[in-house]
């Protein structure tokens, strides 16, 4: 089979399978509308959980940024692409989060990778929960570290496996709030098996940072713990896109040593790390938790409406809210009615889930307004019947 005809193959699979990812091209596609083909839908599939890309001090500060160091950073942070802006942010995330150092990352997904790359030898163990976002999973099946898969926010399924004998170090890896099921990990109960262990915790909190927590500090906060490594993105609370890894002093030394996707990769934008600093100051400000708290009234309200729906929510309290459908081609036919009646919500097949676990990945936000979650349930009612 040449190459041609290996992509083909594949391709057909996947259309085959009702599982062909496409992309939808939109105006306008944050906050509480999402624009698409000159028609508006109110937003349910939207990550800005307090609606902060639309936020004017966060809008302001990058336009002030781009004003004073233009538009790009023009090189790695470690040429001439780390500035004031740069260390500033890193200097309040630290502050903030309660680490003596954050890194700036791209993206979560180069954190994340930089992160085990760099850490992970032949002689060592991954233990990840089994679904840990894809960064982190293909990071720890690339690395010369053996893998190990705990069953989900199970501690001590961990624990058993952490007793097996391991001639380097172990490394326990999972997420604050998980992306596709919106449920927490119990934090609290693996830092506990990890440290029994002698081992190092790694959270990924992209969906908890800004939201959960006292002040927005995220699922790390609120469990009272502190990992050795904690990666939060600023793609979801924050409104924005990037990453930081906190950590400690000799830590953050060695990953601008060792991490090739911080040593090789140009830094973000300087007006984006301003922009990022005007996000954090309204994530910590009275604005901020009333949005946090406008956001949880929306959760109740949906989960309440929806306790009587065919298909049924998994057991999350975070802004992600899926309904689990099981079929892929109900997921999308349920996806397609929805968006007939002025609903944008995506269907999530396999293989970013396991299979059989189609879905309706619903997010909630603080930009939406109590007749858009009434609209769903009326509609998601309507469908189901």
């Not at 057909?12 to 839908?41: I, P, S």
């Not at 993105?233 to 990453?243: L, N, P």
């Not at 949880?296 to 899926?322: C, K, M, N, W, Y």
């Not at 349920?334 to 007939?340: F, I, K, T």
Request: overall charge neutral.
């Amino acid at each position: 089979m040449n190459w041609q005809q290996r992509i083909d193959n594949a391709l057909e699979q996947r259309r085959a399978a009702r599982a062909l990812r496409q992309r939808q091209t939109v105006t306008q596609g944050a906050g509480r509308w999402l624009e698409t083909d000159g028609r508006r839908f109110v937003n349910f599939s939207s990550n800005d959980y307090l609606g902060l890309s639309q936020h004017p001090r966060v809008v302001r500060a990058w336009q002030q940024g781009a004003e004073r160091y233009g538009v790009g950073s023009g090189g790695s942070g470690h040429v001439s692409g780390y500035t004031t802006a740069h260390q500033t942010l890193e200097e309040a995330l630290a502050h903030w989060l309660g680490y003596p150092r954050a890194l700036l990352f791209i993206s979560g997904f180069a954190a994340n990778q930089a992160v085990i790359a760099a850490l992970a030898g032949k002689e060592d163990r991954i233990l990840a929960d089994r679904l840990s976002h894809a960064s982190l999973l293909e990071a720890a099946s690339l690395s010369p570290a053996q893998l190990r898969r705990f069953t989900h926010n199970d501690p001590q399924h961990l624990q058993t496996l952490l007793a097996k004998p391991v001639d380097g170090q172990q490394l326990v890896v999972t997420e604050g709030v998980f992306s596709m099921d919106g449920d927490s990990a119990p934090l609290k109960e693996l830092s506990a098996a990890a440290r029994a262990a002698g081992s190092w915790l790694m959270v990924d909190d992209a969906h908890g940072v800004g939201v959960t927590g006292d002040g927005g500090r995220g699922s790390c906060h609120a469990q009272q713990v502190q990992p050795e490594l904690l990666v939060v993105t600023f793609g979801k609370g924050f409104g924005v896109s990037g990453a930081a890894v906190l950590c400690s002093e000799p830590v953050a030394d060695y990953l601008i040593q060792f991490a090739r996707h911080l040593i090789y990769s140009t830094s973000m934008p300087p007006a984006q790390a301003v922009a990022l600093g005007a996000a954090l100051s309204v994530i910590q400000s009275d604005d901020g938790q009333q949005r946090r708290e406008k956001l949880r009234q929306h959760i109740t309200v949906f989960r309440r409406g929806a306790a009587s729906l065919e298909a049924r929510l998994t057991d999350s309290a975070s802004a992600i809210q899926p309904l689990m459908v099981g079929d892929n081609a109900r997921a999308l036919n349920m996806a397609d009615a929805l968006r007939r009646q002025g609903c944008w919500v995506t269907a999530i097949r396999p293989p970013t889930v396991p299979e059989g676990t189609a879905r309706l990945r619903l997010t909630l936000t603080a930009a939406h307004e109590t007749e858009d979650i009434a609209r769903l349930l009326e509609v998601l009612d309507a469908i189901g019947r």
